[in-house]
């Protein structure tokens, strides 16, 4: 497979995103700043769809299984307990939210707490997107180090 495609799709996963898709594009002897694009773009495709379909998406799954309606109830409890951050700070929260590239944050995060908490795809895709592009200048300097920007 193509290591650009690879680092497109392991940007798309939830809980790796950025954090997988750019150690492994680097890792695959790819242009540092097509890494960075192609994982932002990869990261970025999944927000506005989770941000608008994924209460529908929980309340479907509920009504599936008890085991499904345990897990919505986790995750939902997960995106509740970040929220607090957001909810505080607002637009500035969830910048830092996705921003920060530790397990537990990322774009899929962000889209889960402004789904829970009502905000407009106006609102939150701006955010997440600045957040993503800071994630990712951070992710190439733990992976490269600074100099790595200058290349």
Do not use: Q
């Amino acid at each position: 497979m193509n290591p650009l495609l690879m680092t497109f799709l392991i940007a798309m996963v939830p809980v790796l995103e950025l954090r997988g898709s750019i150690p492994v594009g680097l890792a695959a002897g790819e242009p540092l700043w097509a890494v960075l694009a192609v994982s932002i773009l990869g990261n970025l495709i999944p927000v506005p769809f989770i941000i608008i379909c994924i209460r529908k998406i929980f309340l479907w799954l509920r009504k599936k299984s008890k085991h499904l309606e345990t897990l919505v109830e986790k995750l939902e409890a997960r995106g509740r307990e970040k929220a607090k951050v957001v909810y505080k700070y607002k637009v500035l929260g969830l910048f830092l939210l996705v921003a920060i590239p530790l397990p537990g944050t990322g774009a899929w995060t962000g889209a889960l707490v402004a789904a829970l908490l009502d905000l407009r795809l106006k609102t939150a895709v701006p955010a997440i997107f600045a957040g993503v592009v800071t994630a990712g200048i951070l992710m190439v300097i733990i992976s490269y180090g600074v100099g790595a920007l200058f290349l």
